[in-house]
């Protein structure tokens, strides 16, 4: 018997309209002014509405960061502390994706002026304190809202991660209704990237435990049956309902049994080629699951079962039958399925398999050792 630590978001309002409480919560959190982090597109939707009427009712007072780019490099996370330390806030709201919420978690570490960027990435570095944080998101993919990391693009080429249980937020957000008007394309990105953080939880190498295994396939029963549907049909609130909940649990599952070599070849495709991090994800996964078969072929069949009930016969043949299944996935939701569809060429790939090595921190959580050639090899097959 193998004890285990899980960590998550202290608390998690998850209904319908319930954006319209922020302003409640930070409240009860004793805040009185806040940055609200977020991306002009989502301001541009006017889904910060609910949110900042329900802080302005509650006497607080906002200073608007909008200005969140897609993997948020360096400079866009020191221009919000920077906003939040000119306003002087007590609290840090965001409203948006999983960039908006990764920016808005350094923000309330680094605007409580106990740490500097430079000195917290990697696993446990960060040591002080950070403001009352409130997380919403506006899609149904990273699961940020209940993970203990925060992704930066350091340079042309690299992500970095920061990652402490300090990040974890004091609410998380769930309302389905701030997700109503995204567009396919992105709803099927994001949700494909939340069925891979679920699968790569369950075959995590190191720190796979049963109570990630069970938020995993609860996950994956919740997106793999509501991902068509909320493509197809936007409007249709439980299916966006089911999606956000799919994904904050499967935001659980790998917070707690991280995340590997999917994750590790994707964040190379998307600092080089500026490509939306789920698609990254998307264009991968089927070959990083042939790779990691023999090592990881009786958890895949166990997820199989969930994503592809009728698959026959043996290991094999269900793990076979979900790859099939997830190669698919992509052409069903309107999605690129190569990464030439995306602007990458085989004189690419020497770059990318460099730049993914890079990620030790996510290789070492992968079921089957994987090396350069392996990397290289996985690009190539997926070009």
Known sequence: MQGFVFQTT?????????????????????????L?????????????????????????????????????PVHVIDAAVRAAVDAKVDGV??????????????????????????????????????????????TAGTGSEVTPISIVTTGEGEKKGVVSPVLLPDWAVLDAELTLGLPPAVTAATGIDAMVHAIEAYTSKRLKNSLSDTLAREALRLLGGNIHEACRNGTNREARHNMLLGSMLAGMAFANAPVAAVHALAYPVGARFHVPHGLSNSLVLPEVIKFNARSAEMHYSELAAILTPNAKGNAA????????????????????????????????????????????????NNPRDLVRNDAYAIYEASL
Do not use: H, W
Request: glycine share 12%; net charge negative.
């Open 10 to 34: 202290k608390s998690v309002l998850v209904e319908p309209g319930c954006s319209s409480r922020i302003g409640e919560l930070v409240k009860s959190l004793g805040c009185k002014s806040v």
């Open 36 to 72: 609200l982090v977020s991306d002009p597109g989502v301001k541009g939707a006017g889904l910060l509405q609910t949110g900042l009427q329900g802080l302005e009712q509650n006497g607080i007072a906002v200073t608007l960061f909008t200005d969140v780019e897609a993997d948020p």
């Open 93 to 138: 709201v965001s409203i948006g994706g999983g960039s908006s919420m990764d920016v808005a978690k350094l923000v309330a570490l680094l605007a409580a002026g106990e740490e500097k960027l430079a000195d917290i990435y990697g696993v446990g570095m960060v040591k002080g304190r950070r403001l009352p944080l409130v997380l919403a998101p506006t």
């Open 317 to 364: 043949d269900r793990t076979k039958v979900l790859v099939e299944m997830l190669s698919a996935l992509p052409t069903e939701l309107g999605l690129p399925t190569r990464l030439r569809d995306v602007g990458i060429a085989a004189k690419d790939l020497d770059l990318l398999a460099d730049d993914a090595m890079k990620q030790t921190r996510l290789l070492v």
